[in-house]
C-alpha cells in the first residue's frame, strides 16, 4: 500500500546509519560508531523523504507527543510556522534536528508552547528516531544529553533574535541573519574556510520571518549586497534562494540600529 502522505521511507543498514549520524548530525557528530550502532536496532529507524509544503506535524497540541525525532541529512529547510499570522518562527537545516520539543523526554514536557505548523519548506531527507531510543542515549550518554539539551537553548535564542525584529527592515531582516549565523555556528556546521556563511532562505521565508513584504525583503538584500555583506550565488544557484553572508560582523551595526537610520536604507 502506498503512504497516504506520499512520502517514501526505507530502512537503512546498520554501517550506513552509524555513518550518516556520526558524520552529518550535530547530535551525533564523532561518537563512538561501536557504541552507537549496539544501541540501534536499523529495523526501528526509517529514513523518509518530506516533500515541500506538505505537513509534517503540528507541535505542541495539549497532551500530544512526538513518537519520533527527526534527524535531517540533506535537503530542507524546514520552518515552523505560527499562527495566525503565519509568522515563521524556526529554521532548521541539514546536521540539525526537529521534533525534540514535542517528545516526552528531558525540557519538553516544560517548554510547550502554541500549537505551530511543522512542514519541510524544500524536499528533505530525514532519519525518523523512536522516542524509545532517544530515551536510551539521553540516558546513557552525557555527550548526547548535552547536546540535546542544548538544541533547546538554541530554539529559545533563535526566537529571541527574532523578538527584535523591528518594523525598521534593515533592522528585522539582520535580526534574522543574526539568528541563523549564531543558530549555524554554535551546531559546528559553519563558516566555511572563507568564513562565510551560507543559507538556503528564499524571499517568501525571510518576509514570513520578518513580518515584511516580498518587494521590501529583495531591497534590502540589495542593500546589503551592495555594502559587501551579502553576496549573490547566482552561478550555481538556478532558483536564487541561496544568501551567503560574508561579513557577518557588519550584521550587528545593523542589528543594533533603532533610532539611527541605516545610511543605504531607502534605495535610491
Keep these: 500500500m502506498s503512504d497516504p502522505t506520499g512520502r517514501q521511507a526505507k530502512v537503512l543498514e546498520k554501517a550506513e546509519l552509524v555513518q550518516q549520524l556520526t558524520t552529518r548530525s550535530f547530535l551525533f557528530r564523532e561518537m563512538e560508531p561501536q557504541w552507537l550502532g549496539d544501541r540501534l536496532q536499523p529495523a526501528e529507524l526509517m ?4 516533500y515541500s509544503s506538505r505537513p509534517i506535524f503540528t507541535a505542541f497540541q495539549p497532551d500530544i507527543f512526538l513518537d519520533y525525532l527527526y534527524i535531517i541529512l540533506s535537503g530542507g529547510p524546514v520552518v515552523v510556522r505560527s499562527t495566525p499570522l503565519d ?21 519538553a514536557p516544560v517548554t510547550r508552547a502554541f500549537p505551530s505548523l511543522v512542514e519541510a519548506y524544500k524536499t528533505t531527507d530525514v532519519i525518523k528516531l523512536p522516542v524509545e531510543i532517544v530515551r536510551e542515549l539521553y540516558a546513557e550518554s ?3 544529553r548535552d547536546r540535546y539539551c542544548f538544541l533547546f ?15 525598521y527592515p534593515p ?8 539568528a541563523l549565523v549564531y543558530q549555524e555556528r554554535a551546531l559546528e556546521n559553519q563558516p566555511d574556510s572563507n568564513g562565510h556563511f551560507s543559507f538556503d532562505l528564499p524571499v517568501d521565508i525571510i518576509a514570513h520571518a520578518c513580518q515584511l513584504n516580498h518587494r521590501t525583503v529583495e ?17 550555481t544557484d538556478a532558483q536564487g534562494d541561496w544568501v551567503t553572508v560574508t561579513n557577518a560582523e557588519a550584521l550587528k551595526g545593523i542589528y543594533s540600529t533603532t533610532r539611527d537610520k541605516v545610511a543605504w536604507w531607502p534605495l535610491r
Design 153 to 167: 537553548e538554541l530554539r529559545e535564542k533563535f526566537q529571541y533574535h527574532l523578538l527584535n525584529c523591528s518594523t
Design 142 to 144: 552525557e555527550i548526547f
Design 47 to 50: 529514513q523518509e523523504k518530506l
Design 87 to 107: 509568522r515563521i518562527i524556526g529554521i532548521t537545516y541539514v546536521g540539525s534536528t526537529f521534533g525534540m520539543r514535542n517528545l516526552a523526554l528531558g525540557p
Design 219 to 235: 531591497q534590502v538584500l540589495k542593500g546589503m549586497t551592495r555594502e559587501g555583506i551579502l553576496k549573490t550565488n547566482r552561478a
Design 171 to 178: 533592522q528585522a531582516v539582520a535580526a534574522l541573519l543574526r
